[in-house]
C-alpha cells in the first residue's frame, strides 16, 4: 500500500491562486484527478492526500466532493479560518470522514509568530478537539513559533509540511537544521519528505543534494514519522512524479512506513 | 554551465548546447578548418551537448561536427540530429535555400518509415559516430500525418530497442509541437525561434504541456536569426531580412538591458532557460570568437531586477 500524502489540484481558470506567481507560470493550468491518476498507475501509488492551496472554505467543501468522487484520494488537509471565533462550528459544517486535517499557508503571512497568536492557538486547539491533524506550512523563520505550538498541544497530531523548506539550493543550510532537530522530541510530531526538489535548483537537481536534508530528517523522525508525499503539480517546476520518488526511493529504499504506512496511521485514512 | 537532467530520459546534458546551422554555411560559408576550431573550442569550454542536422551545410555540418567528436570518449557527450530530409544529387534546391558553399546534394523531404531509418543510417555515416542519443523530426510543419505515422513510428522503434535515447521533433513553430506532445509520446523538442525575449509564444502552450509531461525542451534560435544579438537595420528575423517594428522592439529590449548594465545578448541567451521546460539553450556561432562571445554572455550576471522588467 503505497500513499502519496501530499498534493494539489488547482483550476487557474475558475479561481485566483495569488501564490502563482511568475515563477510558478509553468504550471498555471489546470491540474485535476484526470491528470493524476495516470501517474498514480505508473508509480504503483494506490492512495493519496489531497491539501489545500487557498485560504478558502469552498475550496476544502470543493475537494471533499472530489475526494468523495475519487477512488484514490482518501484524505483531504483542508482550511479553516484559525482566527475566527467559532472555529469548533465551522468544522462540524465540514463533517467529512474524509477530512483528516487542516492547514494555514503559516509561511506566507508577515508575522513570523502568527501561530502563537491566541486566537489561532484556540483555532489549533479546536482543530485537535475534533481529531483532526495540524499541517504545519512553515520555513525556518516560523520553526521556533512552531515549536512553541507542538509543545502546547501533546494531545493532538501535527505534521510538518515539506521538512520546513530547507534551501537546498544554496549549499547546505545550518539553519534549518538547528530549527527542526527538536522537533524530534515530539512524538506527536511528524514530517512530510515532500518539496525537497523544488527547493533545490530545478534544473541541476540531484538526488545526492536531497540525501543529507533527507538523512537528517529520517535521523530525527525515524521512518514511523516521516512520510513520502510528491507534492505534484509543483513538483512539475523542478521533476516529474517519477523522478520525485524515484530521488527518495533511492535514498531511503522503499521503506513501508514512509511510503504509506506513516500517513495511513497519522491520517487515520480508510 | 550546469549539468542538468534532460526530461524524463536517463540523459544528462550541459546546459549551453552547440547547435550548427551557421557552422553548416547559413548565409555565407564557413571553412573547415573553422568549423573544427568551434567545435574544439566548444568541447574545451565544457559544452557537452552538440545539436546537428542533414539540412545543415547539406550534410556538411554533421560530417565537421563528427570529425571532432569522433575523437572525444562517446559516454561524454550527448548528441542530437534529425530526420525527415534525405540529401540526395539531382534533387531540385528547397525554395528559400539558406546554406552557402555546400555539396551537390539537395535535401527531399522524407518523413516515411523507411526514409527516416536510411536517413539514421546516412547521418551515422557522415557523423562516423556509432549511436546518436536524440533524433528530432525535422521541420514537418506540412506533413503532420506522414510525420505521426511514419517519422515517428520509426523512432519509436529505435527508441524501444536501445538505439537512441530520446524522440523528439525540431520545429520553428509551438503549435505543431503541442500537437506531438498530445499525439504520441515524445521525449524532447526543439524549439527554434519561438521562446525568446521577442516572441514568447512557445509559454502559452507548449511550454505548459512539457512540464506537465516531463518533455524536455531545446531552445535554439534565442537571438531570433541575429536581431536580438545585433539590432539593426540589415539584421536577419525568422531567416530574414528583419522588419522595422521588430528592429524597434530589440531596440527597446537593448535599452532596458543597458539601464541594469547587461548585453542583450547576455539577456537573450540566458531568458529561456528561466523556465522550467526548457533544459538546454543552443548557441550557434560561426566563429571561434563568436562562440566565446557567447559563452561569456551566457554566464554574465544578471540582476533580478532586469528580469522582473523583462517578464513584466
Same mark, same amino acid.
Given at each position: 500500500m503505497i500513499v502519496d500524502a501530499h498534493h494539489h489540484f488547482w483550476d487557474p481558470t475558475r479561481r485566483?491562486?495569488?501564490?502563482?506567481?511568475e515563477a510558478l507560470a509553468a504550471i498555471r493550468r489546470p491540474f485535476g484527478p484526470g491528470e493524476l491518476r495516470p501517474l498514480l498507475e505508473d508509480n504503483g501509488v494506490d492512495r493519496t492526500v489531497l491539501v489545500q492551496t487557498l485560504s478558502s472554505l469552498d475550496e476544502t467543501r470543493e475537494f471533499l466532493e472530489t475526494a468523495a468522487a475519487s477512488d484514490f484520494v482518501e484524505g483531504v488537509v483542508g482550511w479553516v479560518d484559525?482566527?475566527? +471565533?467559532n472555529v469548533a462550528d465551522t468544522l462540524a459544517s465540514l463533517v467529512s470522514d474524509l477530512l483528516v486535517g487542516i492547514r494555514h499557508?503559516?509561511?506566507?503571512?508577515?508575522? +513570523?509568530?502568527?501561530?502563537?497568536?491566541d486566537d489561532v492557538q484556540r483555532g489549533i486547539a479546536e482543530v485537535g478537539e475534533a481529531g483532526l491533524v495540524y499541517d504545519l506550512l512553515v520555513r525556518t523563520r516560523e520553526l521556533p513559533a512552531a515549536l512553541e505550538t507542538v509543545r502546547r498541544h501533546k494531545d493532538m497530531s501535527f505534521v510538518i509540511d515539506h521538512a520546513a523548506k530547507p534551501h537546498i539550493a544554496g549549499g547546505w543550510d545550518a539553519e534549518w537544521e538547528r530549527a527542526l532537530a527538536p522537533f524530534s522530541d515530539e512524538p506527536h510530531v511528524a514530517c512530510k519528505l515532500s518539496g525537497l526538489v523544488t527547493e533545490?535548483?530545478?534544473?541541476?537537481?540531484t538526488p545526492e543534494q536531497l540525501e543529507p536534508y533527507v538523512r537528517r530528517v529520517v535521523g530525527w523522525f525515524g521512518p514511523p514519522r516521516c512520510m513520502f508525499g510528491s507534492d505534484w503539480p509543483v513538483c512539475l517546476l523542478a521533476a516529474s512524479y517519477a523522478r520525485v520518488m524515484d530521488a527518495l526511493q533511492q535514498i531511503v529504499g522503499l521503506d513501508d512506513a514512509i511510503f504509506g504506512e506513516t500517513a495511513s496511521r497519522v491520517y487515520g485514512l480508510a | 554551465m550546469n549539468r542538468v537532467s534532460f526530461g524524463r530520459t536517463r540523459l544528462r546534458v550541459t546546459d549551453l548546447g552547440l547547435g550548427s546551422a551557421p557552422l553548416g554555411g547559413m548565409f555565407e560559408a564557413v571553412t573547415e578548418d573553422e568549423v573544427h576550431r568551434v567545435v574544439d573550442a566548444a568541447w574545451s569550454a565544457g559544452i557537452r551537448f552538440f545539436d546537428t542536422a542533414p539540412l545543415y551545410g547539406h550534410g556538411l555540418a554533421e560530417q565537421r561536427m563528427g570529425d571532432v567528436l569522433r575523437t572525444k570518449p562517446r559516454d561524454d557527450f550527448v548528441l542530437a540530429t534529425k530526420v525527415g530530409r534525405l540529401l540526395r544529387a539531382g534533387a531540385p534546391p528547397e525554395p528559400g535555400q539558406a546554406f552557402v558553399g555546400v555539396p551537390p546534394v539537395n535535401p527531399v523531404f522524407d518523413f516515411s518509415y523507411e526514409g527516416v531509418m536510411r536517413s539514421v543510417d546516412e547521418s551515422l555515416g557522415r557523423l562516423g559516430l556509432d549511436r546518436i542519443d536524440i533524433l528530432h523530426i525535422h521541420d514537418p510543419d506540412d506533413h503532420y500525418e506522414q510525420a505521426l505515422h511514419g517519422a515517428y513510428r520509426a523512432l519509436d522503434t529505435l527508441r524501444s530497442e536501445g538505439t537512441i535515447a530520446a524522440v523528439g521533433a525540431g520545429m520553428n513553430q509551438a503549435e505543431m509541437l503541442a500537437r506531438f506532445a498530445r499525439d504520441a509520446n515524445f521525449d524532447c523538442f526543439l524549439l527554434a525561434g519561438r521562446y525568446t525575449l521577442l516572441d514568447r509564444i512557445g509559454a502559452k502552450e507548449l511550454l505548459p504541456l512539457c512540464v506537465e509531461r516531463g518533455i524536455a525542451v531545446v531552445a535554439g534560435g534565442v537571438f531570433n536569426s541575429g536581431i536580438l544579438a545585433n539590432p539593426n537595420s540589415d539584421t536577419h528575423y525568422n531567416y530574414r531580412p528583419a522588419p522595422a517594428e521588430l528592429i524597434r522592439r530589440a531596440l527597446e529590449l537593448k535599452a532596458i538591458c543597458e539601464r541594469h548594465g547587461v548585453d542583450l545578448k547576455a539577456a537573450a541567451l540566458q531568458f529561456?532557460?528561466?523556465?522550467?521546460?526548457?533544459?538546454v539553450v543552443l548557441t550557434g556561432p560561426r566563429s571561434v570568437a563568436e562562440l566565446e562571445e557567447n559563452i561569456r554572455m551566457f554566464q554574465a550576471p544578471i540582476p533580478d531586477d532586469l528580469w522582473r522588467e523583462l517578464e513584466a
Open positions: 485566483e491562486y495569488p501564490w502563482m506567481g484559525l482566527t475566527a +471565533p499557508q503559516v509561511h506566507d503571512e508577515p508575522d +513570523p509568530n502568527w501561530l502563537l497568536r533545490a535548483d530545478w534544473k541541476s537537481w | 529561456p532557460l528561466r523556465h522550467p521546460a526548457i533544459a
